[in-house]
């Protein structure tokens, strides 16, 4: 990778391909406080596309990706939507992870008629931003439903409460969700306590948390909130389980909480542990090109959404917006390594979800749940 100018360019022409290349642009958080994400999406989608590229690439020409780094920042994502498009003249967008941060670049791509694809971005008004936004992961109303079934079936909880972020749309509306499915199948929300991004403390939270007796406590948040908040729950005695969404899916979960997290569950979109030939097969890859280093959901997700690009610019026949937008659209039954991907009238993935537990420090595939 070579950095040039504010932003990092990744070019896998291949000396077989003379043609102009296709330029595809990123932006991703690939530097500040959820920087996991980000880094994890943009390896998949370079593995992806050098795959790509060696096979001959797309319509004969080669893959080109430009990606800028929006630093974790409100407002960047946007910019670097700008820059892409009107300096770089990308033909369609990959993500991001975030929902907020996809909802900053999505008007944007939709003024200007370039197809966006977020890899990850699970909340519904993003695709709702218009016909030129999709998505290839499950969207918040399935993963709330999924995990508040979870609660009620697999941690036999009727009493649960809710810790989430005021300031981040991915955790309002998964908590919107899941106590709307929670509540709706008999149980009890004892608690609804919020925080804001970036907080570090949660033991007022918590306190309140505890005295209300809840058998499980539902975390939609980001994963550096989340391991403080479980690591201090234990402090306070706080031993029922805590459960969250994909937003907990980084190497730094476990780092953070340590042990404390034993006994904690989450959703997610791929579990490398999934014995399915794709799956291994896409694991083995991964650790192949990037010093062993295994696979999460965003890697997966990155890696898919540029496959799905590259299918749906090979049955429009072109990279011109509308047509490649409309062969987006069209998109049925792609197999990939986080599922089949159908594309609905609302431009989303429906997909299965994977949940995964925690014990002895590590990870465990717990079940698959479909839509």
């Known amino acids: 990778m070579k950095f040039l100018r504010p932003f990092f360019l990744v070019a896998f022409a291949s000396t077989a391909l003379a043609a102009d290349p296709i330029k595809v642009g990123e932006y991703a958080s690939l530097t500040g406080k959820e920087a996991s994400f980000g880094q994890s999406s943009h390896k998949g989608l370079v593995l992806a596309f050098e795959e790509i590229n060696a096979a001959g690439g797309v319509l004969g020409q080669p893959f080109e990706l430009l990606t800028e780094d929006n630093q974790t920042k409100p407002g960047e994502s946007a910019t670097a939507a700008k820059k892409l498009i009107a300096r770089d003249k990308v033909i369609a967008l990959l993500g991001e992870v975030s929902s907020g941060r996809s909802l900053e670049a999505a008007p ?35 993963q709330g439903t999924v995990m508040a079934k979870f609660a009620k079936d697999d941690l036999h909880a009727k009493r649960v409460a809710i810790l989430s972020s005021v300031s981040n749309a991915y955790s309002v509306g998964l908590a919107k969700y899941f106590r709307e499915t929670f509540v709706a199948s008999g149980g009890e929300v004892v608690a609804e306590k919020n925080f804001s991004e970036g907080d570090k403390d949660f033991r007022a939270q918590l306190t309140a948390v505890k005295a209300e007796n809840a058998e499980a406590v539902f975390v939609p948040s980001y994963y550096t909130e989340a391991a403080l908040i479980v690591r201090q729950a234990r402090d306070l005695g706080i031993t029922v389980p805590f459960f969250g969404g994909d937003g907990w899916e980084a190497p730094q979960l476990l780092e953070i909480g340590g042990a404390a997290l034993d006994g904690c569950y989450y959703s997610t979109h791929f579990s490398p542990q999934n014995q399915a030939p794709v799956v291994q097969e896409f694991v083995k890859k991964f650790k192949a090109r990037w010093n062993d280093e295994t696979p999460d959901a965003f890697g997966a997700l990155g890696y898919d959404s540029a496959y799905v690009l ?61 839509p």
């Open 108 to 142: 944007i791509a939709q003024a200007n008629k370039i197809p966006m694809i977020a890899p990850a971005a699970t909340n519904p008004k993003v695709t709702q931003t218009g016909s030129y936004i999709f998505r290839v992961c499950f969207i918040d109303p399935f």
């Open 310 to 370: 590259a299918d749906a610019i090979k049955r429009a026949g072109t990279t011109e917006g509308p047509k490649l937008r409309a062969a987006l659209a069209a998109t049925r039954n792609f197999a990939g390594v986080t599922g089949i991907t159908t594309i609905d009238a609302n431009r989303d993935a429906s997909k299965p979800a994977a949940i995964l537990a925690i014990k002895d420090g590590k990870l465990s595939f717990y079940k698959t749940v479909a």
